[in-house]
Nanobody, 123 residues
Framework: QVQLVESGGGLVQAGGSLRLFCAASGRTFSSYVMGWFRRAPGKEREFVAAITWNGANSYYADSVKGRFTISRDNAKNTVYLQMNSLKPEDTAVYYC????????????????WGQGTQVTVSS
């Protein structure tokens, strides 16, 4: 069992930056691929980024590539999402999720989800 808690969301102006945190419970954090997803008002949940078990590889949605960076610290049971050059269309609730498989964009493959953290980007 893994419990995930996101933090770091908030209100920021367009062009600004935020860093999201996802803290995981349990001793098996390094056994999980970690992903970030988001859901904007009135829209479907969408994939944002994912990182492999040891952090060696990552994968991004085209909409955030070059602006967002996912990283993890297995010693701290934490995954991060650094978000730069934020745009109003990045406004959403951001969720972290854990999966034992590397199918980064498939939300159905993720076993555990956090409650989400709100990110609002003003124009």
């Amino acid at each position: 069992q893994v419990q995930l808690v996101e933090s770091g969301g908030g209100l920021v102006q367009a062009g600004g930056s935020l860093r999201l945190f996802c803290a995981a419970s349990g001793r098996t954090f390094s056994s999980y691929v970690m992903g970030w997803f988001r859901r904007a008002p009135g829209k479907e949940r969408e994939f944002v980024a994912a990182i492999t078990w040891n952090g060696a590889n990552s994968y991004y949605a085209d909409s955030v590539k070059g602006r967002f960076t996912i990283s993890r610290d297995n010693a701290k049971n934490t995954v991060y999402l650094q978000m730069n050059s934020l745009k109003p269309e990045d406004t959403a609730v951001y969720y972290c999720a854990a999966s034992r498989q590397y199918t980064p964009t498939d939300a159905t493959r993720y076993d555990y989800w956090g409650q989400g953290t709100q990110v609002t980007v003003s124009s």
